[in-house]
């Protein structure tokens, strides 16, 4: 069965930090790139950093979260991190993880449209 899944949402305060987990199992994670997406109230899904199938090669980041966040991948626990600093309002969504299908490729894609897994979510709330 294949899964990913999300942790570590939660209410913080503004100019906080939170590190987001996404998981996978059921299928070769290393054959995968993951993007993060998030969807905030009202507003439509939007890509915020996705990472390559290796770790190393590429990585992506919004212009609206960069240089406030990190992502990174550990492959022994199949899992991509999201550290997130200096957290603003505006950061306020659900955040899902996705799983883009990429053997022989080093890059990683923002379109939710070429994702073929998805996560439920984890919820992040920026507010004093």
């Known amino acids: 069965q294949v899964r990913l899944v999300e942790s570590g949402g939660a209410l913080v305060q503004p100019g906080g930090s939170l590190r987001l987990s996404c998981t996978g199992s059921?299928?070769?994670?290393?054959?995968?790139?993951i993007t993060w997406f998030r969807q905030a109230p009202g507003k439509e899904r939007e890509g915020v950093s996705c990472?390559?199938?290796?770790?190393?090669?590429?990585?992506w980041y919004a212009d609206s979260v960069k240089g406030r966040i990190t992502i990174s991948r550990d492959p022994a626990k199949q899992t991509v991190y999201l550290q997130m600093n200096s957290l603003k309002p505006e950061d306020t969504a659900v955040y899902y993880c996705?799983?883009?299908?990429?053997?022989?490729?080093?890059?990683?894609?923002?379109?939710?449209?070429?994702?073929?897994?998805w996560g439920v979510g984890t919820p992040v709330t920026v507010s004093s």
């Open positions: 996705a799983a883009d299908y990429r053997p022989t490729a080093r890059d990683c894609r923002s379109e939710s449209a070429v994702m073929g897994y």
């Open positions: 059921g299928f070769i994670f290393d054959w995968y790139a």
């Open positions: 990472i390559s199938r290796d770790g190393r090669t590429t990585t």
